[in-house]
């Protein structure tokens, strides 16, 4: 059975300053799926990020940089520079191949203070 | 702009009504789902359909009945619903292939009430 822990339940932070969310995982497969979404207030989850099990290069994005660690089970994302449009609550999401579906992690909820 | 579009966004319904809720995707997307979502809680799974068929049903009551129409629509029928129902209903898309999810493209969601 494939589990996501996200174990920071709220988490606020000045604007500029860095921030990560951690996430763990658990699963039986050698073949998986890791995603980050954004959930600002107006409602839609936002896709941020997928990586595949075999591919453990760290990632980076603009002010948004991820790094996956199998031997952890870590997938854990860092904001730099944080900015007050970046309030919102980040889920964690682990997909096994052909599970046909996607177990999400409880959130982060993230406010930046201006 | 979001490329699933969910309507109505707010929907109250007394719990002898029966309503529905619409959601559309135009990126030739083949795995829809509904997630049903309440306040401070990550979404949950309700039901997945993989080419137009119904393959994943998170064992949700009968009183939700999901449709296919075709692979750009999905249909989520309520009828004699609970007021504990009353959460926000995000449809979202998928490239899925075999059983592969791939990303989920989400929708705005429908807030559903129930009275």
């Known amino acids: 059975a494939q589990k996501v822990t996200q174990a920071q339940t709220e988490i606020s932070v000045v604007e500029k300053e860095d921030v990560t969310l951690d996430c763990v995982y658990e699963t039986r497969d050698t073949t998986y799926y890791l995603f980050w979404y954004k959930q600002p207030p107006s409602g839609e989850l936002v896709f941020l990020i997928r990586?595949?099990?075999?591919?453990?290069q760290n990632e980076i994005s603009g002010r948004y940089s991820w790094n996956f660690q199998k031997s952890t089970s870590s997938f854990n994302f860092t904001i730099t520079a944080s900015q007050v449009v970046d309030s919102a609550v980040y889920f964690c999401a682990l997909s096994e191949y052909g599970a046909g579906k996607s177990t999400f992690g409880d959130g982060t909820t993230l406010t930046v203070k201006p | 702009d979001t490329e699933v579009t969910q309507t109505p966004k707010h929907l109250v319904m007394g719990m002898t009504n029966k309503k529905s809720l619409k959601c559309e995707q135009h990126m030739g997307h083949r795995a829809m789902y509904w997630y049903k979502q309440k306040a401070k809680k990550p979404p949950e799974l309700m039901f997945v359909?993989?080419?137009?068929?119904?393959?994943i049903n998170e064992s949700v009551p009968s009183r939700f009945s999901p449709e296919c129409p075709n692979s750009s629509l999905l249909n989520l029928h309520l009828h004699a619903l609970q007021p504990e129902d009353s959460a926000l209903y995000l449809c979202?898309?998928?490239?899925?292939?075999?059983?592969?999810?791939?990303?989920?493209?989400f929708g705005e969601g429908s807030r559903l009430t129930v009275l």
């Open positions: 979202a898309s998928s490239r899925a292939l075999a059983g592969n999810t791939g990303e989920l493209f």
């Open positions: 359909y993989s080419y137009e068929k119904l393959s």
């Open positions: 990586r595949n099990s075999f591919d453990e």
